[in-house]
């Protein structure tokens, strides 16, 4: 890492390298990660009406988030900032990730501070998450907890398939 990049820790829709290059094009993944002591929760209040994932502290030793390691430049950091919310509904800190071999790395990553646990995620942002856990090769039982978790259909039609589009080869 330079000083014109810094380290992102993704873990919710971010996960998926397309989806996080939409937003940030320099984004690079490093690899596959985890931060313990937290869990994946879709109740980040989003501002279309729908849940959004947050990497939850429970201090629980046997919890943990599995993400994605980026480099993003500093330069392209505001675009990353206007698209999560930053100040809104999620803040940034950093935190102590590890990949598998325990070895840990400092990043920044963004986590909820506006949470409602009355809402769903749309199916396109689950399916975000969901691309970006099976991209990171996470393990079944990973992917099948993301599978669980309920979701509604978003009305904006628009909205939908542009989300949706990023995945239609060009």
């Known amino acids: ?26 984004a690079t993944p490093l690899g596959v990660y985890f931060l313990p002591e937290h869990q994946l929760l879709f109740h980040k209040q989003g501002k279309d009406g729908s849940a959004k994932c947050d990497a939850a502290h429970t201090g629980n030793p046997t919890d943990l988030v599995y993400g994605v390691l980026y480099t993003i430049p500093r330069r392209e950091k505001p675009f990353l900032d206007l698209a999560e919310g930053l100040g809104v509904g999620y803040q940034s800190r950093d935190v102590t990730i590890f990949d598998a071999d325990q070895q840990p790395q400092t990043a920044m990553t963004y986590y909820a501070i506006l949470i409602n646990r009355r809402m769903a995620p749309y199916s396109w942002y689950k399916s975000h998450v969901l691309t970006g856990a099976r991209e990171a090769g996470r393990p079944a039982e990973y992917i099948e907890k993301i599978q669980q978790i309920e979701a509604v259909e978003d009305q904006d039609y628009e909205r939908e398939m542009l989300e949706r589009s990023i995945y239609l080869p060009v």
């Open 1 to 26: 890492m330079t000083e014109e990049t810094l380290h992102y820790f993704a873990y919710g829709s971010n996960l998926s390298v397309k989806r996080l290059q939409k937003r940030v094009p320099g």
